[in-house]
Each structure stands twice: as structure tokens, then as C-alpha cells.
């Protein structure tokens, strides 16, 4: 089981700052280093202000030589389908393939309406039409165009390019809607994604989705499972071990642990002695 380290730099840290935390996490062991993409913070005064999530992982990048890099998760309101799918295919062959994409619908109204993004009512018909352009793009042979008509957008014989460097880029699709989620899991995705909170019980979720991949033909041992759960502000070290032990047995291949205070690179040392071995 992979575990990966997860950030939330809305809520305020400088590239230094990140530059900082995800080198600690390729030093001590971490499979990855994954961010939110957000841009009004959540907690505390968000200083220096929020970055863009692909602006700061084409630095690291190149400041990075292992961990894998992405977002949990891009909001389809912010970047128009074709523009995210170039950026992750300049991203990914700036890290030599170590990229990821999480994409998800968006939720947070208020940083909508604090930077005047449109943030529709209805979003899910949004996200499968971005799914389906940004992979199409992806998986049309060079030298071919690719052409797209839905209710949201439109692309007339466009290159499609840049290629990614990988084969096929990594597509996390998360979150806990019974069926919408689970189809567009399995008709897109690599990794589908749960945030373990409370007595939410991922393994039933797992199930859920494994049966919407088995309905839509795809074998479901060919989809990644994996859970995302917060560490809070320093929890102890037991408790932490103890939220990777319910991820093992939900039958999870990866672990996003969430650390909110990303200055604190003594405890994610600490969390790394005791949890990685």
C-alpha cells in the first residue's frame, strides 16, 4: 500500500514553503506528494495568498526526482477542459511522468464568488464532459485531431498536443454521491478516491464502485481504491497508524495523509519513521 503526503496551501504557504514539504516527503520515503486546489483559505489568514496548483507543481517538478506529483482535487469551474489537459502534459513531461490528475466538481461557492468564477448549479454534467475531453485528447494518435460536441463545450480538430510522457496519466476521480461517482470512476478514472471521515466505511464504498467498473466492462482490479484522512494538527503518532490500519482493511492500495500544518516538518518526520516501515 502506497502512502502519500496531502496539503492544503489555500489556507497560506509560499512555493518555498511547499518546495520545503515536498522534498521532506521525497527524502523520508513518501510514494507522493499530492495538493488541494483551492484559492480562498479555510483556516487562518491564507498569507502570502492562494497559488495555483499547476504553476507550483511544474516547480517541483523539476525540483523533485521520485514522488508523484498532482492534485486532490482541480475543480472543473477553474480551467477550461483542453487548457488543463496541455498543463498536465507540460507538467508531466517536466517531471519525466510522475504526474497525476485529480478532478473533481468543485463545491466551495464562496471562492466562486470572491474571484467571480461561474460556479453552475449542476456540475456533474461539467466534470464528465472535461473527463471525457481531457482523456480523448490524451489518446488521440499523434498526427490525428480530436473533435468534441456536448452541452458544455465544443472542440473543432484540435491537435491534441502535447502528449503526456506517460502512457496514460493517472485520473483520480473521488467523493462519496452513490451513483454519479461511481460511473464516471469507472468510465474514466485509474483511482477513485474516498475521504475517510468518522464511521464512514470505505471498504462498502469500494464495493459500490467495484460494481459500477464490473457494469461498465472493465475489469475492477484495474482501478486503483485508495482514502484520503486527516492528520487534524499533530495527532498523535497511534491515532495515525490507526487511521492507516482502517485503510488497510477497507482494502485501500493507497493512503493520502493529510497534514494541515505543512510548516511542521518535524511531525511528518515523526509520522514517517512510524508509518512507512
Known sequence: MEICTFIE???GASYDEQLAFAAATERLGFAGFFRS???VAFDGDGMPGPSDSWTVLAGLARETSRIRLGTLVSSVTFRHP???AIQVANVDAMSGGRVELGLGAGWHEREHEAYGIPFPARRFGILEEQLAIITGLWATPVGDTFDFTGEHY???AAPALPKPVQQRVPVIVGGSGPNRTPELAARFATE???FLTGDRDAAARFAVVRAAVEAAGRDPGDLRYSVATSLEYGIPIPEV??????ARAAGADRVYLQFLDHRDLGY???VATAVLP
Open 9 to 11: 496551501p489555500q489556507n
Open 37 to 39: 486546489d483551492h484559492f
Open 82 to 84: 483542453a487548457l488543463l
Open 154 to 156: 465544443r472542440l473543432d
Open 192 to 194: 477513485y478516491n474516498y
Open 241 to 246: 497508524i490507526a487511521k492507516v490500519d482502517v
Open 268 to 270: 511528518l518526520e515523526r
